[in-house]
């Protein structure tokens, strides 16, 4: 039994950044205290910092008594199966895991990944909409503090090809010019989400 505890800690402790103020915040899926709440409903509570790509882990799940999302086996109805490295459009400019604020990266909420520490400071989700929320209060004054950020203003991402780097908040992008407000010098919408 100890041995198995020890596992389970260490495992634990390996999904927690030290610069994450609250890994265990209902936001990262870990809460689940109230029964009626859709905290938790990918399983056992674990403390946890980051979080995986829609995009490339897909997303989706059967809808449970307190209508949450579980296994996945509701995918052909509505929601994004995996994919392989071969079908993603640009995995070396493609986000998979990451520093995060919520239990999922999804394009829409990309705020998230700019300032993964928001949800911890402020106890609600960064705004959707990417840039298009920058000058919308209160994000725009939020943005400009340094708390809400987990690595001097920015996050340390794992990219869909294997390499990691950290990433200015100011230079994530969504991948979507709905989301990102604009388009590459080339006029190509940056592959990045």
């Given at each position: ?136 209060e209160p994000w725009k ?53």
């Open positions: 039994m100890d041995v198995a505890y020890h596992a389970v800690c260490e495992e634990q402790a390996d999904l927690v950044c030290p610069s994450d103020p609250n890994p265990k915040n209902g936001w990262s899926g870990y809460d689940n205290t109230n029964p009626a709440s859709c905290d938790d409903a990918w399983g056992i509570p674990t403390p946890i910092s980051y979080a995986a790509s829609d995009e490339m882990f897909g997303y989706g799940g059967y809808q449970n008594p307190n209508g949450c999302f579980g296994d996945g086996s509701f995918i052909p109805d509505w929601g994004m199966a995996p994919r392989s490295m071969a079908a993603v459009p640009s995995p070396a400019s493609t986000y998979m895991i990451a520093d995060y604020g919520r239990e999922l990266i999804e394009s829409n909420w990309i705020n998230n990944l700019k300032a993964a520490n928001y949800t911890r400071v402020t106890n609600n989700s960064a705004p959707a909409g990417g840039i298009t929320a920058d000058n919308t004054s939020a943005i400009q503090q340094a708390s809400i950020y987990r690595h001097q203003m920015g996050s340390n991402i794992v990219f869909g090809d294997g390499h990691a780097k950290f990433r200015n908040g100011r230079t994530i992008h969504a991948g979507d010019d709905w989301e990102d407000g604009f388009h590459a010098p080339d006029g190509n919408i940056p592959r990045e989400y």
